[in-house]
């Protein structure tokens, strides 16, 4: 039997299905491929893949819970951190399995994820913004203004660890992912956007506010970006990357403040 994992590989271009002829049988495997183009393209025909993700990403500002009383004393001096959702059973299965190539393409919508600081840009991370009943995906560059609800989410590219934290105009630092600690967490390769468990309120910080993804295939720890002067930080610094660990890359994505 041929493994189905192999097989989303293949059609991702991850892997040369000629590699397996000799294991699995050239008819055999060009017929299971053929079975599953279909399977994607009876299922993207059923659920639009721009409303399907749109609808998903809706959710989890539905279910968001609010922050106790301690979460908000803790979030006094910096946008709140609002714990959110989880992707339900089903939208699971459907985002994992059923579209691997339709999310490839709308990742790689232009202006809407993250730009690379250095390095080949093969990871990124995206923002969403609360905007009504509506998931809105920003732009790269897009103006936001004090209180607005801001879910992130990354894609690992190739890398296995990684930190995700933001710079404000105030030059204030905080740490997204991992929560606790500065050394780089493992990154989730699931084939799609991974959320992160919370999402973001921010406050009234001047100016910008900078998300810095920083990914590696090595663990890491970015501890010295606390050591930075809040007087050197400005949105040319962080995209020159000099503050990067070895052996990193950066992808950044900047909001304007209203």
Known sequence: MIPQLLLEEILLDEKNEKDYYDKYGKEAIQSELAKLRKSNEEILAAYPIDAMHSKIMQKGFEQKNQPDASEKKDAASKGQRLSVWKYCAAAILLLAFALPLAMRNTTGTAGAGSIHIKGNAHHQIRLYRQSGNDAQLLKNGESAS????IQITYTPGIYSYGVIFSVD?????????????????????????VPL?????LDNAPDYECFIFVASEKEFNLSEIEKISKDKYSISFLKKGSYLPKDCDGSIFILKKK
Not at 146 to 149: G, M, P, R, S, Y
Request: proline share 3%; aromatic share 12%.
């Open 197 to 201: 468990s919370f999402s973001y309120s």
């Open 169 to 193: 105009g105030n030059g204030n630092v905080t740490r997204h992912f991992p929560e606790n600690s500065w050394t780089a967490a493992k990154l989730e390769k699931t084939g799609e956007e």
């Open 146 to 149: 004090e209180n607005d609800l």
